[in-house]
């Protein structure tokens, strides 16, 4: 045990300090649960690409494993970012509900609610963990299990803030509720742990966003776990957005449980980390339930993005659909390993999973691995993984009307990437996003394949 | 001074020469047919012309309008106006039509000096040239000749003529897998856009297509030659005789 205490000192001593100086209010259950959280870390510690692992084959943690990080216990008390500032960091739009986390604490001043609606809560976690501990407690951690994943403990160990959304059955959360975790500069490279918690009631309907972002360029290591649940008939729209500083660590996971009839979309858009590893799980526990994961990720230079995608078809009828496409450029490298599960219990389930990865750059990489695991008989389930460079003879085309190299490949590269950006539905969101990913749409080391 | 002017023009691809000595000269207002078999250059020539980075030029030289035209990048050849109508359409994975032909038309005009077109103005332009061309107007919102039909593909390269109004169009086989009233509309489209200010080669292996559109001259590609020139009789001749007859009159 003290070799495990010395390895993870820092964490230890963040540990400890966090329990120590947490405010009277915090209630008992959730000094029991980053408890156990914690004694659970220690045993796991950070994962290892040894073999058999597969979850972790292609994907080396041992940057952050070993690198020390400071926690920030409370919000910044010296210069935040201002109002103004924020809102250029991620998405926004008139009428938005919008919770500003800095260095993983709420924010009420950056954080505006343009008035509460009946049967919806929006609130942070740390708030309502004391508030409403009825709607908070039966379903913290529990679609989130830490029993197998460091990552997961570690996060619930150090479960403090975030954010905490709750739609009473059959009420509509009448605004798209933004979420934007902000990581400041600071002397020494700082670990945080946001947590979110989304339940939305049977036959409800919300729409959010999630955005980790940083207006720094330095190391950071940000380690979140969402956690939504999905109510009988409920419909879900979620969107993830990762605008990271390009030195950052990024290690998201997301578990989504739904009930019946239930409806889940969800888009991720991924820029920015030096690393990033993105776990999304969705079990599909009630007939009929139906889900679209969608992602797109642009990567540059040497970072390293790592998708984990699991959709577990548990009961009959359900249909999912995964798109996943990729744009890398300079020696980056993509991991995709998706995995769709129909369990025995599933008949006629629909699954399709496909992963798309345009390469810029010859020194660019990508492993992909879509499977399917099917054990029922009465099920349509198909899946792909392409890779490819810009075709030559269509850039020859686009320049034989006069356009140059560098806008037809944008153009090229914006209609591949269009794809994902166009299946979310909330207007301003889709538009920042065009705007977003046009913008970023690398034009050099571009090399052309495929033959005439 | 003539508009194209092409001097013992040779053209490889990898080790494999293609072109072995293609001259031509062609003025403003006149229309040309270069016919030949299957595998004789005449999509080569076309490429050479448009740019294409396959095909190295190993000998010869090519002035359009007076300046080295195979010292120009594709998109510039296209800027000074020259269009090719390719043998086979590209189809654009998520590029809408209607975004590629504005923004075709715009690099066009900046390059001219002209003021990009608004976005009203360049619909109401495009609209005209859907209706001239007979093209299902549901095409250009569609993303560029994806999905398309091998004729809808055709058509699509004619509206992209009667949109950019080049100097000098060169259709690929343009004709080739038309029905005969895609072929009348395409050819309607072609001779509309004839202008003494500007011409057009048309690149073809069967005769068919200059019955609606009469050429001024008729050049014989052959093995990478044109070994044989004349009027618009020369293509009647070769409808009733064969390549063969050319070959043999050459050796
Ligand atoms: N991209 C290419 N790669 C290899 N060979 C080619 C290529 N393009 C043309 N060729 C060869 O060059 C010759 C002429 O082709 P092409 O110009 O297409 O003839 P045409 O259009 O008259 O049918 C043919 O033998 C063809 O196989
Ligand atoms: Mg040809």
């Known amino acids: 045990m003290t070799q495990t205490l010395t390895k993870y000192a820092g964490y230890h001593e963040a540990f400890q300090a966090l329990e120590s100086s947490a405010p009277k209010s915090t209630p008992p259950w959730?000094?029991?649960?980053?408890?156990?959280?914690?004694?659970?870390?220690?045993?796991?510690?950070?994962?290892?690409a040894r073999r058999g692992n597969e979850k972790w084959k292609y994907t080396n943690v041992a940057p952050i494993a070993s690198a020390a990080f400071s926690h920030p216990a409370a919000l910044p008390s010296g210069a935040q970012p201002t109002a103004g500032r924020v809102k250029q960091l991620g998405?926004?739009?008139?009428?938005?509900?919008?919770?500003?986390?800095?260095?993983?604490?709420?924010?009420?001043?950056?954080?505006?609610?343009?008035?509460?609606a009946p049967g919806i809560v929006v609130d942070n976690l740390s708030k309502a963990t004391v508030s409403s501990?009825?709607?908070?407690?039966?379903?913290?951690?529990?679609?989130?299990?830490?029993?197998?994943?460091?990552?997961?403990?570690?996060?619930?160990?150090?479960?403090?803030?975030?954010?905490?959304?709750?739609?009473?059955?059959?009420?509509?959360?009448?605004?798209?509720?933004?979420?934007?975790?902000?990581?400041?500069?600071?002397?020494?490279?700082?670990?945080?742990?946001?947590?979110?918690?989304?339940?939305?009631?049977?036959?409800?309907?919300?729409?959010?966003?999630?955005?980790?972002?940083?207006?720094?360029?330095?190391?950071?290591?940000i380690n979140t776990v969402t956690e939504i649940v999905v109510g009988d008939g409920a419909n879900v729209e979620h969107c993830r957005l990762l605008l990271e500083?390009?030195?950052?660590?990024?290690?998201?996971?997301?578990?989504?449980?739904?009930?019946?009839?239930?409806?889940?979309?969800?888009?991720g858009f991924f820029r920015g980390a030096a690393l990033a590893r993105n776990d999304f799980q969705v079990l599909l526990d009630g007939t009929g339930a139906n889900c679209t994961v969608?992602?797109?990720?642009?990567?540059?230079?040497?970072?390293?993005?790592?998708?984990?995608?699991?959709?577990?078809?548990?009961?009959?009828?359900?249909?999912?659909?995964?798109?996943?496409?990729?744009?890398?450029?300079?020696?980056?490298?993509?991991?995709?390993?998706?995995?769709?599960?129909?369990?025995?219990?599933?008949?006629?389930?629909?699954?399709?999973?496909?992963?798309?990865?345009?390469?810029?750059?010859?020194?660019?990489?990508?492993?992909?691995?879509?499977?399917?695991?099917?054990?029922?008989?009465?099920?349509?389930?198909?899946?792909?993984?392409?890779?490819?460079?810009?075709?030559?003879?269509?850039?020859f085309y686009m320049q034989s009307r006069g356009l140059d190299l560098a806008t037809a490949s944008r153009m090229l590269i914006h209609a591949f990437a269009r794809e994902v950006i166009d299946t979310v539905q909330a207007e301003p969101l889709r538009d920042y996003l065009d705007g977003l990913f046009s913008q970023a749409m690398p034009a050099s080391s571009l090399r052309f394949g495929g033959t005439p | 001074m003539p508009l194209l002017v092409i001097r013992d023009l040779h053209a490889s691809i990898g080790d494999q020469e293609i072109l072995k000595g293609v001259d031509l000269t062609v003025n403003a207002g006149e229309v040309h047919a270069i016919m030949g078999p299957n595998?004789?250059?005449?999509?080569?020539?076309?490429?050479?012309?448009?740019?294409?980075?396959?095909?190295?030029?190993?000998?010869?030289?090519?002035?359009?309008?007076?300046?080295?035209?195979?010292?120009?990048?594709?998109?510039?050849?296209?800027?000074?106006?020259?269009?090719?109508?390719?043998?086979?359409?590209?189809?654009?994975?998520?590029?809408?039509?209607?975004?590629?032909?504005?923004?075709?038309?715009?690099?066009?005009?900046?390059?001219?000096?002209?003021?990009?077109?608004?976005?009203?103005?360049?619909?109401?332009?495009?609209?005209?040239?859907?209706?001239?061309?007979?093209?299902?107007?549901?095409?250009?919102?569609?993303?560029?000749?994806?999905?398309?039909?091998?004729?809808?593909?055709?058509?699509?390269?004619?509206?992209?003529?009667?949109?950019?109004?080049?100097?000098?169009?060169?259709?690929?086989?343009?004709?080739?897998?038309?029905?005969?009233?895609?072929?009348?509309?395409?050819?309607?489209g072609v001779n509309r856009s004839r202008r003494p200010d500007n011409a057009i080669v048309v690149v073809t292996h069967y005769q068919r297509i200059l019955n609606y559109i009469t050429p001024d001259f008729v050049h014989v590609l052959m093995d990478g030659r044109i070994v044989r020139s004349g009027g618009a009789e020369l293509a009647l001749e070769l409808e009733s005789r064969g390549y063969d007859w050319v070959k043999e009159a050459v050796s």
């Not at chain 1, 959730?30 to 290892?48: D, K, N």
């Not at chain 1, 926004?92 to 709420?106: C, E, I, K, Q």
């Not at chain 1, 913290?140 to 990552?151: K, P, S």
């Not at chain 1, 002397?187 to 919300?206: D, I």
């Open chain 2, 39 to 188: 595998g004789s250059g005449k999509s080569t020539l076309a490429n050479v012309l448009a740019g294409r980075p396959e095909y190295t030029v190993t000998k010869g030289s090519v002035q359009y309008q007076g300046h080295d035209l195979l010292a120009m990048p594709p998109e510039q050849r296209a800027r000074e106006g020259i269009f090719l109508a390719f043998q086979y359409p590209v189809e654009l994975p998520g590029v809408r039509a209607w975004q590629f032909l504005k923004a075709a038309m715009d690099a066009q005009r900046q390059h001219r000096g002209l003021e990009e077109m608004s976005a009203r103005d360049f619909n109401r332009l495009l609209q005209e040239k859907v209706q001239q061309v007979e093209i299902d107007p549901e095409l250009v919102k569609r993303n560029v000749n994806e999905g398309f039909s091998g004729g809808e593909k055709k058509r699509n390269e004619i509206l992209q003529l009667a949109l950019l109004e080049p100097k000098l169009a060169l259709l690929d086989e343009t004709d080739s897998g038309l029905d005969i009233d895609a072929l009348r509309i395409v050819a309607e």
């Open chain 1, 294 to 395: 969608n992602g797109l990720y642009l990567t540059t230079d040497s970072q390293h993005v790592d998708h984990l995608i699991g959709i577990d078809h548990a009961k009959p009828h359900g249909t999912s659909r995964l798109l996943y496409k990729g744009i890398l450029d300079g020696k980056s490298k993509a991991v995709f390993g998706g995995t769709v599960m129909v369990r025995k219990d599933a008949q006629k389930t629909d699954a399709r999973q496909t992963d798309k990865n345009l390469l810029l750059s010859p020194d660019a990489e990508v492993d992909s691995k879509p499977s399917l695991l099917i054990f029922a008989d009465d099920v349509k389930c198909a899946h792909g993984a392409t890779a490819g460079h810009i075709d030559a003879n269509t850039v």
């Open chain 1, 133 to 221: 501990p009825q709607l908070v407690q039966p379903h913290l951690a529990r679609q989130a299990g830490f029993e197998d994943d460091g990552f997961i403990a570690l996060n619930t160990a150090f479960l403090q803030d975030g954010a905490f959304i709750h739609v009473a059955d059959n009420r509509t959360a009448p605004a798209m509720i933004n979420l934007l975790f902000v990581t400041t500069e600071g002397p020494t490279p700082k670990v945080t742990f946001p947590r979110v918690l989304v339940v939305a009631g049977k036959g409800s309907q919300v729409s959010l966003v999630e955005t980790y972002v940083s207006p720094a360029k330095s190391r950071y290591f």
């Open chain 1, 245 to 267: 500083s390009p030195e950052a660590f990024h290690v998201g996971n997301t578990r989504v449980y739904q009930g019946q009839d239930s409806t889940f979309t969800s888009a």
């Open chain 1, 91 to 116: 998405p926004s739009a008139p009428g938005w509900t919008n919770l500003v986390f800095v260095d993983g604490h709420y924010s009420p001043a950056l954080s505006t609610q343009p008035g509460q």
């Open chain 1, 30 to 48: 959730l000094h029991e649960l980053r408890r156990q959280a914690w004694s659970r870390f220690q045993q796991l510690g950070f994962p290892t």
